[in-house]
């Protein structure tokens, strides 16, 4: 559950959240809605973060109401257990959801998204949404598509998202600096 409120020196979001803050520490990063933030104050049921101008512009956080749930998760230390694709915590831009349709005890989404983001995407990549590492089925001209089974759905908010909800996009990091060093190449 989240709570935003603005100030003569930006804007704080507080978030409920007791499991992800067992043993937080002031300074600590900590994804919400797959946005890195900083801990700058918490107590035993919420940690409160700062949400800098360009954060506002490119995820969906400035949007949320009082009481929405979101998604948390705590940085990876780095003897940790490597066990999915990378994920920073570094929002590219926001998606929208086009259409939801059950297949089975699965959920397929359609999200469209700028052309900009699109071209890192490639059916059976990787791609989070709103902090979810989510393998992609196809890239369409303006859209993606993806598949949430019935375990996932259960664990993120995604799943009870409606069309029309604007996702936080996080594109694969590898595409964009194999990207950037090809052009730099060219201009070799």
């Known amino acids: 559950m989240v709570t935003l409120a603005e100030a ?9 959240g007791t499991k992800v ?13 797959g946005t890195c933030l900083t ?3 918490f107590d035993a049921q919420t940690f409160k973060v700062g ?7 490119r995820t969906s956080l400035g949007v949320l109401n009082p009481g ?3 998604n948390l998760e705590r940085s990876m230390p780095a003897n940790g257990r490597f066990g999915g694709h990378v994920v920073q915590g570094h929002v590219d831009t926001t998606g929208r959801i086009r259409h939801r349709v059950k297949d089975g005890d699965s959920l397929v989404l359609t999200i469209e998204l700028d052309s900009e983001y699109l071209k890192y995407l490639v059916p059976k990549g990787y791609v989070a949404i709103d902090g979810t590492s989510l393998t992609v089925i196809d890239v369409l001209e303006d859209a993606f598509t ?7 759905q259960e664990h993120v908010t995604l799943a009870d998202q409606p069309v029309g909800y604007r996702p936080n996009i996080e594109v694969d990091i590898f595409g964009k600096y194999i990207e950037r060093l090809m052009r730099a190449e060219e201009r070799a």
């Not at 003569?8 to 409920?16: A, F, V």
């Not at 803050?21 to 809605?33: K, Y």
């Not at 993806?146 to 996932?152: D, K, P, R, V």
Request: no cysteine; glycine share 4%.
């Open 8 to 16: 003569h020196d930006g804007t704080t979001m507080t978030i409920e």
């Open 21 to 33: 803050i067992e043993d937080v520490r002031l300074g600590d990063s900590i994804a919400v809605n």
């Open 39 to 41: 801990v700058t104050e």
């Open 51 to 57: 949400l800098a101008p360009e954060t506002l512009r």
């Open 68 to 70: 929405d749930q979101v």
């Open 146 to 152: 993806l598949m949430l089974i019935a375990y996932t």
